[in-house]
């Protein structure tokens, strides 16, 4: 069976990525957020991207136009109930996705294959929620989602073969690079990212260089795009304290631990980019100045 019909589960900052790559792909995609305000502040975003890319000269207006009509919001889940494939970009809260992976599994037909985008809770755990085991991945996707080629397919040691296959050809279809890996918390990407990060932050800790000069380092001496910690900011730092703390219970290794100041700065708020404020001052966002600790 050929995906066709999709369905986004959250449409925020990933959802709303994903809804966008695939609906520019030629997918029929419905995408489902808990308030019209938030289905509405979704798809502006998503209007929003695509009119950039007209005017750059990425898209046309038609292929924008179509793009467009491809893509349906709604606030009920049962609107996702003919869908081929669900991609599920939701909070990172265990209980949540089990509740929601629970109903899903009630309305859908048994073909439809259910997909995570979580990038550290257990796809097992939550594909254990339902009775199709066999037919739940994981697609991680890379923010910001229209840019970043890489999908990293995940399967379970309960996915079937067909189902996983056809996974690592729907990302090609987004026009992707895919990876296969399995259910080990962080995948790959993770598990090679998240201990950078963390060692950046103690590397500040300990006064080894400035804010600036850790992130020129990276950024200048290894052709890095972004320093660590403007990408801490970027990736946001409540998201990377959750993910270091679902991988150190996982391997009871000190490189996933979170520092203490990512600790502290979480739990002041100063959770990045979005926040205004992280290793880096967004009051002035085209001109970030480096915070003092
Ligand atoms: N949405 C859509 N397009 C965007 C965008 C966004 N949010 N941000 C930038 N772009 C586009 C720009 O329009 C531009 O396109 P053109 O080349 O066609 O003009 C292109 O990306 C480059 O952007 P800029 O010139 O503005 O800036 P840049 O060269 O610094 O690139 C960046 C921005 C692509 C974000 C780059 O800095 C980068 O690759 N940074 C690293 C990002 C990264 O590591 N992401 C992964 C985070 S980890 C994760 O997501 C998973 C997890 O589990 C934590």
């Keep these: 069976m050929a995906i066709q019909k999709v369905g986004l589960v959250g449409c925020g900052l990933m959802g709303s990525g994903i809804a966008q790559v695939a609906a520019q792909s030629g997918f ?44 349906r919001g709604t606030t009920r889940l049962e609107d996702l109930a003919d869908r081929d494939l669900i991609v ?15 109903a899903l599994d009630k309305l859908c037909g048994p ?40 999908v990293e397919v995940i399967r379970t040691i309960a996915t079937e073969e067909s189902v996983f296959e056809e996974m690592v050809a729907f990302g090609q279809r987004l026009g992707k690079t895919t990876v296969r890996t399995s259910d080990r918390t962080g995948f790959i990407v993770n598990r090679l990212l998240v201990p950078y990060l963390l060692d950046a932050i103690r590397a500040l800790e300990e006064g080894v260089g400035s804010i600036v000069d850790i992130d020129n380092s990276m950024k200048l001496g290894c ?47 100063w959770n990045g980019r979005k926040a205004g404020r992280g290793f880096y001052d967004y009051a002035d966002p085209q001109n970030p100045k480096p915070m003092k600790f």
């Design 28 to 71: 029929d995609v419905v995408v489902r957020e808990v308030s019209p305000e938030l289905v509405d502040k979704g798809l502006k975003g998503i209007e929003k991207n695509l009119a950039r890319l007209v005017e750059k000269g990425t898209l046309t207006g038609e292929q924008r136009d179509q793009a467009r009509a491809r893509l």
């Design 88 to 102: 599920e970009a939701i909070i990172e809260q265990l209980p949540a996705k089990i509740e929601l992976y629970g």
């Design 111 to 150: 073909a439809t294959i259910f997909a995570s985008n979580t990038s550290s809770i257990s796809i097992t755990e939550m594909a254990a929620a339902t009775k199709r085991p066999g037919r739940f991945v994981g697609l991680h996707f890379f923010n910001p989602v229209p840019v970043m080629k890489l």
């Design 223 to 269: 052709g890095y795009p972004m320093g660590p910690l403007t990408l801490l900011d970027f990736v946001g730092l409540d998201t990377t304290y959750y993910i270091a703390n679902i991988m150190f219970d996982e391997f009871k290794e000190r490189r996933f631990a979170p520092p203490a100041l990512l600790k502290r700065m979480v739990l002041a708020g």
